[in-house]
């Protein structure tokens, strides 16, 4: 199996800006299957929603919410994934949480979930 952990979460005022991180680890052959990875986020009493993506590729993928403001990146050496979070807004709080597509096969894959990181913007 892949475990996540995430880091740099913390509160930071409107305007300023946070880098999150994810490290993957496990065995080779998980690590080796790991497809695409993400940032979601999930606010209180909201839905936990799709903040940015990447795959092996570098491809990306941004919400609309934070395009132009966030930016994903990936070591796949360190197997590892950053969020770079610019010019943050209140409505940015929430748990965010790293999420990594583990592809075993054609018709196999496996989510794996990161215990989540508070990111709170406020004044």
């Known amino acids: 199996q892949v475990q996540l952990v995430e880091s740099g979460g913390g509160l930071v005022q409107p305007g300023g800006s946070l880098r999150l991180s994810c490290a993957a680890s496990?065995?080779?052959?998980?690590?080796?299957?790991?497809?695409?990875m993400g940032w979601y986020r999930q606010a209180p009493g909201k839905e936990r929603e799709l903040v940015a993506a990447?795959?092996?590729?570098?491809?990306?993928n941004y919400a609309d919410s934070v395009k132009g403001r966030f930016t994903i990146s990936r070591d796949t050496a360190k197997s590892t994934v950053y969020l770079q979070m610019n010019s943050l807004k209140p409505e940015d709080t929430a748990v965010y949480y790293c999420?990594?597509?583990?592809?075993?096969?054609?018709?196999?894959?496996?989510?794996?979930w990161g215990q989540g990181t508070q990111v709170t913007v406020s004044s």
């Open positions: 496990g065995s080779i052959s998980s690590i080796n299957a790991v497809n695409a």
């Open positions: 999420y990594a597509d583990v592809r075993y096969s054609d018709y196999v894959s496996v989510g794996s």
């Open positions: 990447i795959t092996s590729g570098s491809t990306t």
